[in-house]
Nanobody, 119 residues
Framework: QVRLVESGGGLVQAGGSLRLSCVASGNSFSRRAIAWHRQTPGAQRELVASIRIDHSTNYASSVKGRFTISRDNAEKTVYLQMNSLKPEDTAVYYC?????????????WGQGTQVTVSP
């Protein structure tokens, strides 16, 4: 079992930056893949970025080159550094975690943090 708590959302102007944090409680954090997703009203939840157990990463094409996902296993935290933000990045951002030993997040979810990018 793992609990995930997101923070770092807020209101920023287009072109600005935010860093989101996903802090985990529970065991075996280093052996879980973690992902960031986002969702806007009426739309499906979208995978933004993921980081595997071996620290390899994957990004949605819409954020590649602007967002960076990283993890600090000692702090049980995954970060999402978001630069050059655009109004279309506005969404609730969620992190998810995998079952221990698997590289497929989505088993556990946080409550989300709102990111709003003004024009």
């Amino acid at each position: 079992q793992v609990r995930l708590v997101e923070s770092g959302g807020g209101l920023v102007q287009a072109g600005g930056s935010l860093r989101l944090s996903c802090v985990a409680s529970g065991n075996s954090f280093s052996r879980r893949a973690i992902a960031w997703h986002r969702q806007t009203p009426g739309a499906q939840r979208e995978l933004v970025a993921s980081i595997r157990i071996d620290h390899s990463t994957n990004y949605a094409s819409s954020v590649k080159g602007r967002f960076t996902i990283s993890r600090d296993n000692a702090e049980k935290t995954v970060y999402l550094q978001m630069n050059s933000l655009k109004p279309e990045d506005t969404a609730v951002y969620y992190c998810s975690g995998s079952v221990v030993g698997f590289d497929t997040p989505g088993q556990y979810w946080g409550q989300g943090t709102q990111v709003t990018v003004s024009p």
